[in-house]
Structure formats: structure tokens, C-alpha cells
T-cell receptor
């Protein structure tokens, strides 16, 4: 089955700095890579996703890059703000296949943005 | 408002006492899933359902049961809870027609088994 490794487990930055979280996956059949943000006391919420036919996707201050050959993908947050403080999860899935919907999550990264 | 609801939000119980955590969604999603979240382990899938009466095991199904008799509901059943099932549980739902792969999560249920 799929295995997703996420690093770092904790990340502390100053407001305005950039933050990068990296994930690797093992199953070459995975073709959908979402990132979820979990605020304290809430369920995870999708912030950005990328499919395997795209190398990079950007949405305002956040971007995701994917390297299919190396089987890794990364989340980039620029100009961080205190409200970006949360737990971030990467995930991988073979969307549209027989195992549709089965997300395999990374271990999570606790991001703290200091004012 | 489109949402996934879970009940109860918090539950403290004793070993062996059967319990059910309910999950309901109002978005007409075909796909529903249960996850448990433990520190350092991320979210691990327990069971999922592709549609009514169609369920399958996830990565950590031991000690859990599910049923999907109605499209909107997907309860999680612990027949004989044990302390190692103390965890934070999330229900999620999504479409499965390829229009969107986004999973919508409920607010979570914190379960403590003593």
C-alpha cells in the first residue's frame, strides 16, 4: 500500500518568512496530492491540491510542487502570517482508480508563525 | 450550510461498553470515511464507504464496525472498546464522480476509553 512520509514534524518561523513542508510517497500509481490544514479543535480542511499531470500549482500565498520521478511533493507558504499557524497534512491518493477516495496521510507538521 | 456533523464530540467510556459515534452529511456525497488521528501518526483510515450498502476496510479496521444504510449517515461502532482505541476520530465525505476529490471533514470526536 501507499506510504507517505512528511517532514518536518514541527516548523517555527517569523511572520513574513516562508515555510516549506515536504512529503514523499511510495506508490507510483498515486495521482492526486492534496494538502489539508487543521486548526485547533477543528477537522482538516483542504487548502490546495495537485494532480500528477501538473508540476506546480499556486493559490495566492500558497503553492504546491510535484516531482513524479522522485515521488515527492512540497507545500510552500510565502509571507507567513500568525493565522497560518496550524497543523498541515499532506496526502496521496489514486483518485479515479478502484481505490478511489482512499487518502493516505503524512504524519503532520505543526507550523507556528511568530508575530 | 453544507457540513459533516458528528456526535458526540466528546466521550469518556469504560473498556467493553459498546458505543456508536454518528456521522451525517447534507451534501449528497456518495463517499464517506472514518479516520483516527493520533500524535505522530497523522490520520489513518479505519473504514470507508463508496455508496449505500458498500463498505470496505481501511488501514486500521480492527475493533471497529460500520454500516451505510442511508446515503447521509455512516455510524462508527465500537463493539467492545479498549484503551488503545482512545483517539480523535474524524468522519469525512466527498463526491466520487470525479467532479471533485475534496474530502469534507467533521469537527471530530474525542474518545477516551478507561
Amino acid at each position: 500500500g501507499e506510504n507517505v512520509e512528511q517532514h518536518p514534524s514541527t516548523l517555527s518561523v517569523q511572520e513574513g518568512d516562508s515555510a516549506v513542508i515536504k512529503c514523499t510517497y511510495s506508490d507510483s500509481a498515486s495521482n492526486y496530492f492534496p494538502w489539508y490544514k487543521q486548526e485547533l479543535g477543528k477537522g482538516p480542511q483542504l487548502i490546495i491540491d495537485i494532480r500528477s499531470n501538473v508540476g506546480e500549482k499556486k493559490d495566492q500565498r500558497i503553492a504546491v510542487t510535484l516531482n513524479k520521478t522522485a515521488k515527492h511533493f512540497s507545500l510552500h507558504i510565502t509571507e507567513t502570517q500568525p493565522e497560518d499557524s496550524a497543523v498541515y497534512f499532506c496526502a496521496a491518493s489514486e483518485a479515479g482508480g478502484t481505490s478511489y477516495g482512499k487518502l493516505t496521510f503524512g504524519q503532520g507538521t505543526i507550523l507556528t508563525v511568530h508575530p | 450550510e453544507a457540513q459533516v456533523t458528528q456526535n458526540p464530540r466528546y466521550l469518556i467510556t469504560v473498556t467493553g461498553k459498546k458505543l456508536t459515534v454518528t456521522c451525517s452529511q447534507n451534501m449528497n456525497h456518495e463517499y464517506m470515511s472514518w479516520y483516527r488521528q493520533d500524535p505522530g501518526l497523522g490520520l489513518r483510515q479505519i473504514y470507508y464507504s463508496m455508496n449505500v450498502e458498500v463498505t470496505d476496510k481501511g488501514d486500521v479496521p480492527e475493533g471497529y464496525k460500520v454500516s451505510r444504510k442511508e446515503k447521509r449517515n455512516f455510524p462508527l461502532i465500537l463493539e467492545s472498546p479498549s484503551p488503545n482505541q482512545t483517539s480523535l476520530y474524524f468522519c469525512a465525505s466527498s463526491f466520487r464522480d470525479g467532479s471533485s476529490y475534496e474530502q469534507y471533514f467533521g469537527p471530530g470526536t474525542r474518545l477516551t476509553v478507561t
